[in-house]
């Protein structure tokens, strides 16, 4: 069973950075984020896809870059230029052999 353990979520203010790490417990190729904020769908931030393409949600507009370490086994969101709107719970994501695995999330508030 895959497993996934998020870091670097905290409080920021707007205008600011912060970089989540996400270590999985075997080799995947497909991983990236997802977050949902209180009463909202969860929805796509960042993916790396089994091809090493990347995909961002519509909101990103080019703040955030997701990386892969296929070493490691990491996968990485850094965080430029938060608003509020930013604020959620991000969720760690990974697919392999047709099973999605999700992490436990990492709170990220933005606020002043």
């Known amino acids: 069973q895959v497993q996934l353990v998020e870091s670097g979520g905290g409080l920021v203010q707007p205008g600011g950075s912060l970089t989540l790490s996400c270590a999985a417990s075997e080799s995947i190729r497909a991983m990236g984020w997802y977050r949902q904020a209180p009463g909202k769908q969860r929805e796509l931030v960042a993916v790396v896809d089994s091809n090493g393409r990347t995909y961002y949600g519509d909101f990103v507009e080019g703040r955030f870059a997701v990386s892969k370490d296929n070493v490691k086994i990491k996968v990485y969101l850094q965080m430029n230029s938060l608003k509020p709107d930013d604020t959620a719970i991000y969720f760690c994501?990974?697919?392999?052999?047709?099973?999605?695995?999700w992490g436990q999330g990492t709170q990220v508030t933005v606020s002043s």
């Open positions: 994501y990974a697919l392999k052999n047709e099973i999605i695995t």
